[in-house]
């Protein structure tokens, strides 16, 4: 008992360090005024597309982009953005082991009553399991053997500090959706 109490205090110190560790890295995500600016998210996600081809290729991953025209810019941190998209692309290419489609696509739409930029990302990989859906955006939590589970929670943080949501939507062998919902008035 001794020692269950001593194991205790240890791993309670352990998860206050990590809590730190992840509070620091959401830190360092948080964009400020001045890195903000006027941001064309269509020319973002071509030029992720553009950036990833080599890989798409030798992955047998075909590229789609259908992005709306004349897209109105967002104040974003252009970065960050383009951290997201490339993630939730790698995480993609990642479910289409024997090749597939990797999807991009934007629109203008209204979300609470306000406009807003909707951006999805989607693969035709096998999807993911219903019990792993909830916990997806969680820090550390992964289902790659390779995995920190870092990706989709600071994926989701950028997301939140911009004003927005980020969400999936999965049927098991038949892909995964994420998709990004940016209000045109977030001001960070």
Avoid at 54 to 75: D, E, G, K, M, Y
Avoid at 119 to 132: A, C, K, L, M, N
Avoid at 141 to 155: E, H, M, P, R, V
């Amino acid at each position: 008992l001794k020692h269950s109490s001593e194991y205790l205090g240890i791993a309670r110190e352990q998860l206050t360090r990590i809590a730190g560790i992840i509070q620091r890295m959401r830190d360092f995500y948080r964009p400020t005024r001045e890195e903000l600016e006027p941001t064309d998210l269509n020319e973002l996600l071509h030029a992720t597309g553009e950036l990833m081809q080599t890989h798409l290729r030798h992955s047998h991953i075909v590229f789609q982009a259908a992005l709306a025209p004349n897209l109105p810019p967002i104040i974003a941190h252009a970065d960050q953005m383009r951290q997201v998209f490339l993630n939730l692309m790698l995480n993609a290419c990642d479910a289409m082991e024997g090749g597939g489609t990797l999807g991009a696509h934007s629109r203008l739409r209204a979300s609470a009553g306000q406009a807003a930029i909707e951006i999805q990302i989607s693969d035709t990989g096998v999807g993911i399991e219903p019990e792993h859906l909830a916990h997806l955006f969680e820090p550390f939590y992964t289902t790659k053997a390779q995995g920190t589970g870092l990706g989709l929670a600071i994926s989701a943080h950028i997301i939140t500090q911009h004003g927005g949501q980020l969400s999936v939507e999965s049927t098991p062998g038949q892909g995964a959706t994420f998709t990004i919902l940016l209000p045109l008035d977030a001001n960070g």
